[in-house]
């Protein structure tokens, strides 16, 4: 069964800093995806960045890019120019194939980032 | 396109009564998952169909939990003579396979059990 570990129950950063989350994973498939996800105190769940396991070339969105280190099976998060409004839980979370579609995300537990002004 | 929807945002209920939650996903997607979700922890997967197929459900989903997906489109969750513990919020969420990035979620529905 697939595991994902975040190990950084919470993190801080300045206002318009960079910041890294943490984030391994444990499959034995070589097929997979990874995913993070923003979750504000409201609620949702936003999609921020996805990584294909097949993906030569690190997955960028805007200010999030996914660093992507496949022989140490980790795949960070960093955040570049923090926002006030970055201040929410984060969630890393990957999926295996199914037949030939992908199924379910597994997800950690998440990790609490604050930015200060 | 309005995303996915749940209804009831919240829902406070006494232990031992049933409560029903309704998911309606993005339109044209064929894939629709469940997840459960208590304070400070990530979603744990709870079920999923493909249209009007469950395909999964989780240990998680004891006996007194029923999902349904009746027509291929919205789906519910039951859950009978509730428990303190199922207090938790539920997401909803849709995708449309083969795409594998495309997960959209609900807003979830808050449960307290008092």
């Known amino acids: 069964a697939q595991k994902i570990t975040q190990t950084q129950p919470g993190m801080f950063v300045q206002e318009k800093e960079a910041v890294t989350l943490d984030c391994t994973y444990d499959?034995?498939?070589?097929?997979?995806?990874l995913f993070w996800y923003k979750q504000p105190s409201s609620g949702e769940m936003i999609f921020l960045i996805y990584q294909g396991s097949y993906d030569e070339q690190n997955a960028t969105e805007g200010r999030y890019s996914l660093n992507f280190q496949k022989a140490r099976k980790s795949a960070n998060l960093v955040i570049s120019a923090s926002q006030l409004g970055d201040s929410a839980m984060y969630f890393c979370a990957i999926n295996l194939p199914i037949g030939t579609s992908y199924g379910k995300l597994t997800f950690g537990q998440g990790t609490i980032l604050t930015v200060h002004p | 396109d309005t995303g996915v929807s749940q209804d009831p945002r919240h829902k406070i209920t006494k232990r031992g009564q049933n409560v029903t939650f309704r998911c309606d996903p993005i339109?044209?997607?064929?894939?629709l998952y469940w997840y459960r979700q208590t304070l400070g922890q990530g979603p744990e997967f709870l079920t999923y169909?493909?249209?009007?197929?469950?395909?999964?459900k989780s240990r998680l989903l004891s006996d007194r939990f029923s999902a349904e997906r009746p027509k291929g489109s919205f789906s519910t969750l039951e859950i009978q003579r509730t428990e303190q513990g199922d207090s938790a919020m539920y997401l909803c969420?849709?995708?449309?396979?083969?795409?594998?990035?495309?997960?959209?979620f609900g807003s979830g529905t808050r449960l307290t059990v008092v």
């Open positions: 339109s044209e997607h064929n894939r």
């Open positions: 169909f493909q249209n009007e197929a469950q395909l999964e």
């Open positions: 499959t034995s498939d070589q097929s997979y995806g």
């Open positions: 969420a849709s995708s449309l396979v083969p795409n594998n990035y495309g997960y959209t």
